[in-house]
């Protein structure tokens, strides 16, 4: 239990699907994070939010929308996504921007675009 | 451009001690990190380096060189649940984590 939790842990979608992911952070966090994983591969920066407002946006697609309602959730919508788009993608939380804080990651949800 | 090199596989014997190594060229530095993620789980994290030198935490301890731009994660006494991966991520001047591909480390009995 690393105090981020993501649903669904697995997915499968095809590509003219609408899905969403959900994050959320029970430890009292104000940035959340959402980042991907490609196998062989660094972990690539999405979004970045703090205190509810996006602070980054590394040119990702726009058939990835973020969504954050507050400092505790956060979302990916999924829309007409790509074969290429199948990874790992991870949810993480720190106290805040602008200083070396520790991020702590969820357990991550595994999507398959078909 | 920014980047961090480690090694993609290591494999060492139970019991022994392995080091992994991370190189790094980013633009700044405002310290190191080392996580542990094992299959299909969240990277947890480890260890923090800022200052040279070497930091322990029971059976792992982390080293940092910031002129030689040089970490390595050096782990006691193996054990099988020690099989992971080991991602080094540097944050850079604009507090940017700059992330390696990770070392996957396979403990043999």
């Known amino acids: 239990e690393t105090g981020v939790t993501q649903t669904p842990r697995h997915l499968v979608m095809g590509m003219t699907n609408k899905k969403s992911l959900k994050c959320e952070q029970h430890?009292?966090?104000?940035?959340m994070y959402w980042y991907k994983q490609s196998a062989k591969k660094p972990l690539e920066l999405m979004f970045v939010y703090n205190f509810k407002e996006q602070t980054e946006n590394n040119s990702v697609p726009s058939r990835f929308s973020p969504e954050c309602p507050n400092s505790s959730h956060l979302f990916l919508h999924l829309h007409t996504l790509q074969p290429e788009d199948s990874a790992l993608y991870l949810c993480a939380s720190s106290h805040g921007e602008g200083e070396a804080y520790t991020i702590y990651f969820g357990e991550g949800s595994w999507l398959t675009v078909v | 451009g920014q980047n961090i090199d480690q090694p993609t596989e290591m494999t060492a014997t139970e019991g022994a001690i392995v080091q992994i190594n991370c190189t790094y060229q980013t633009s700044g530095f405002n310290g190191l990190f080392w996580y542990q993620q094992h299959a299909g789980e969240a990277p947890t994290f480890l260890s923090y380096n800022v200052l040279d030198g070497l930091e322990e935490k029971g059976r792992f301890s982390s080293f940092l060189s910031r002129s030689k731009g040089y970490s390595y994660l050096l782990l006691k006494e193996l054990q099988m649940k020690d099989s992971a991966s080991y991602l080094c991520a540097v944050m850079d001047s604009n507090y940017q984590l700059i992330w390696g591909a990770g070392t996957k480390l396979i403990i043999k009995p």
């Open positions: 430890l009292g966090h104000n940035a």
